[in-house]
């Protein structure tokens, strides 16, 4: 059958489509930019038909209709691979819950691990001459997420950029169950936070150790933000990119002419991710671009593929740090913040990597709700805290006042140095902590 007449013979309404969900059934929204409005709102019209319908998805950047039904959590909740600010208050309104995830097992959880998924229903590109939608700015697992659905429903945006990549990051139409046109439907934003000045002297600290040729993982927030400008202005050169996330200040470095990929041993000249989230000026850039490459997660983060890469360096934060050396990047205490996602891959996968470094960064201190100054850096993690990174994996820590490295070091001199770039208002009470902990020596502070 010609790809056209395909096209034409599953096009339907959503309101058509969305009425093959049922109770009690596991449905998956995809990803990020990829979850679906139209299909949504349609299904959140059944809600009084539907009990039970147990929903996956992530990083959401709107609430979606099915949660804002009469008595929600009896037709429909919510299971993250990684919480956004909106899906904590989801949480909080008990609709929502985390699933604990190493990012780069994501596909192998989908074919293996999870319950087996009705109806899967998420964004796409338009089609292709060939007939393939792209996944877009979401190829991380959704050729998985496929794999294991019964019944699957593509929503066509024509803003979601087309995304180029290998045979993982599309889907035929003759492997689609049912097609739902999207009409005026701009692609969510969700620009990094402005950095601070306190990011602005981390980022200084963290590019200062930046070498020509390297290969470069960035997280999200203000931070990366700030060293991203921090390159595109800097003399840095001949730059690659290997990440999980594509963020806006990557095409500000590219844009400036530091990423070529010339020195990358694998997908040369490639700028590789597995997602895409950021703003319009992002998804443009990433759109049929050939100097980027979407792939799957469980390649963009598998640490031996990281390790192939030289002078690799990964930059991520954090939420508080131990003074054993404990990285909590995920929760306060016992609220759950956002996930675990790819931050351990990339800090494996970096110190693999010859010459290549990871940098976990963050403010010495936070201000609760309270309004209390508190450092982040701890005797303890907060009781409940998740460690994200254990002890034996980080390499460097960063804060406005410093930066340390945790290799090699004894429990004593992990202390020392920890405490050496906490804020000076903490530092004599965490000498006396460690000191109660038995990780201080008498001769340390002189």
Excluded at 35 to 54: F, G, I, S, Y
Aim: hydrophobic fraction near 40%; include cysteine.
């Amino acid at each position: 059958m010609d790809h056209l007449q395909e096209y034409k013979r599953k096009l339907c309404t959503a309101e058509q489509a969305v009425s093959v969900v049922q109770s009690g059934d596991w449905i998956d929204y995809g990803w990020c930019a990829c979850t679906p409005e139209t299909l949504d709102r349609a299904l959140a019209e059944r809600w009084q038909e539907l009990h039970d319908v147990k929903v996956r998805g992530s990083v959401l950047t709107f609430r979606p209709a099915i949660f804002s039904v009469p008595d929600t959590a009896e037709h429909f909740t919510w299971h993250s691979w990684h919480l956004s600010g909106l899906e904590r208050k989801l949480m909080d309104e008990g609709i929502a819950w985390y699933i604990p995830l190493r990012y780069s097992e994501l596909p192998r959880y989908y074919r293996e691990e999870v319950e087996p998924i009705h109806v899967a229903l998420f964004q796409v590109a338009p089609m292709d001459d060939e007939g393939y939608f792209s996944f877009g700015l979401n190829a991380s697992h959704l050729q998985a997420l496929c794999e294991r659905a019964e019944i699957i429903i593509v929503e066509v945006n024509p803003n979601h950029p087309y995304c180029f990549g290998g045979e993982a990051t599309k889907i035929h139409v003759s492997d689609v169950d049912y097609i739902v046109e999207a009409v005026d439907q701009p692609l969510r934003q969700l620009p990094a936070a402005a950095a601070s000045d306190i990011d602005r002297k981390i980022a200084e600290l963290v590019v200062s150790q930046i070498p020509n040729g390297a290969c470069l993982q960035l997280g999200i927030g203000g931070m990366p933000n700030a060293v991203g400008s921090l390159i595109a202005h800097s003399d840095l050169k001949d730059l690659g990119v290997h990440t999980e996330m594509y963020v806006d200040a990557f095409v500000d470095i590219a844009m400036a002419g530091k990423i070529n990929g010339s020195h990358k041993s694998i997908d040369r000249g490639k700028q590789v991710y597995a997602f895409g989230m950021g703003t319009k000026k992002l998804y443009d850039y990433l759109h049929r671009n050939p100097e980027c490459m979407a792939a799957t997660v469980d390649y963009t983060n598998d640490a031996r593929t990281i390790a192939q890469l030289e002078n690799f360096i990964s930059i991520n934060n954090a939420v508080e740090v131990d003074l054993f050396g404990q990285v909590n990047a995920e929760s306060s205490g016992l609220r759950h913040i956002s996930g675990s996602g790819g931050q351990l891959d990339f800090v494996l996968g970096a110190y693999l990597s010859k010459g290549g470094k990871s940098f976990i960064c963050c403010s010495s201190t936070m201000t609760d709700k309270n309004g209390n100054v508190r450092s982040r850096i701890r005797p303890t993690l907060m009781e409940g805290s998740i460690v994200t990174d254990t002890r034996c994996n980080l390499h460097y820590l960063v804060t406005e006042y410093g930066m340390v490295n945790m290799k090699g070091a004894s429990t004593w001199q992990r202390a020392e140095r920890l405490i050496s770039v906490a804020h000076p208002d903490f530092r004599d009470q965490l000498v006396a902590d460690a000191q109660k902990m038995k990780i201080w020596r008498q001769s340390n502070k002189r």
